[in-house]
């Protein structure tokens, strides 16, 4: 099983920046693809970025692509989500999502297998 717990949300400006952590625990974390998906009130979940294993590989939604960043730090068992030019429609609690070692990012986008318990991003004007 992995745990994943998200920190770094709040409130900022349009315009403005935020930069979100998740943190997971067990050895496996290296082994296995991540991603971050947001749910906007009254909106369902929607995928925003998935990373390779290794780092290599990334995958953005259309929305985020040139604004958001997702790495990923091995090390510290720590995936990131570098979050620039937040716009007001950004404004979401962004989930940490984690997938299994056979999943493509691509694959995790559409079925991730672990969630983590979410951090509230708003955006002002």
């Known amino acids: 099983q992995v745990q994943l717990v998200e920190t770094g949300g709040g409130l900022v400006q349009a315009g403005g920046s935020l930069r979100l952590s998740c943190a997971a625990s067990?050895?496996?974390?290296?082994?296995?693809?991540m991603g971050w998906f947001r749910q906007a009130p009254d909106r369902e979940r929607e995928f925003v970025a998935t990373i390779s294993w290794s780092g290599g590989v990334t995958y953005y939604s259309d929305p985020v692509k040139s604004r958001f960043t997702i790495s990923r730090d091995n090390a510290k068992n720590t995936v990131y989500l570098q979050m620039n030019s937040l716009k007001p429609e950004d404004t979401a609690v962004y989930y940490c999502a984690a997938g299994s070692a056979l999943q493509s990012v691509q694959a995790v986008a559409v079925n991730p297998q672990y969630w983590g318990q979410g951090t509230q991003v708003t955006v002002s004007s």
């Open positions: 067990g050895r496996t974390f290296s082994s296995i693809p």
